[in-house]
């Protein structure tokens, strides 16, 4: 009776999973993330000002350790401005794919030039600021990093944003 009850058990569950199985759908890995149209609205009105603000790496390898930030973002999604003694250049402020959501978890990312950046000759520098902006605050890193000409990267450097303020304050 115990052996019954047990094979009856096991063919219920042997049914049971495979008619699982049978009706799973496979996934299409090679469609694309869609970020249903949110990378193509515009900024924000209420990000149009100067901000200011303190990024700081706990990592004692990393120089410096802390960054003073201030740009101003313009209107027509420009940004000028300084991530500390590195003069933003060509820098522009855009909402993040769907990916890029994922990876740096910020909806904003603001991305130039670094004059300034130690690089190599014929190198190229480059500044990220991946930002959520909730009001008059924000929070977010900031990365920077010199590139070669064959892209293999050779300084890559991380601070996390502490204060990040609209100035003045509304």
């Known amino acids: 009776m115990r052996n019954r009850l047990s094979l009856v058990c096991l063919l219920v569950v042997l049914v049971f999973g495979v008619s699982l199985v049978a009706g799973a759908v496979p996934r299409d890995e090679k469609k694309p993330v869609n970020d249903h149209g949110v990378k193509a609205l515009p900024i ?7 901000w200011f603000g303190l990024a700081e790496t706990r990592n004692d ?3 410096p ?4 930030i201030k740009f101003f973002i313009n209107a027509d999604a420009s940004v000028t ?3 500390g003694t ?3 250049a060509d820098a522009v402020i855009r909402r993040t794919t769907a990916k890029e959501r994922q990876d740096l978890m910020a909806e904003f990312v603001i991305s130039g030039q670094a004059e300034g950046m130690k690089a190599p000759n014929g190198g190229n520098t480059l500044v990220k600021i991946a930002a ?4 008059l605050a924000a929070e977010g890193t900031v990365r920077g990093y010199a590139e070669q000409k064959n892209d293999s990267k ?13 100035y003045p304050l509304k």
């Open 44 to 50: 924000k009105a209420s990000l149009v000002g100067e």
């Open 65 to 68: 350790e802390s960054l003073k």
């Open 81 to 83: 401005g300084f991530v």
């Open 61 to 63: 390898r990393v120089s």
């Open 86 to 88: 590195w003069k933003l």
């Open 154 to 166: 050779i300084v890559w450097h991380r601070w996390n944003i502490i204060r990040l303020n609209m």
């Open 132 to 135: 959520d902006f909730k009001g």
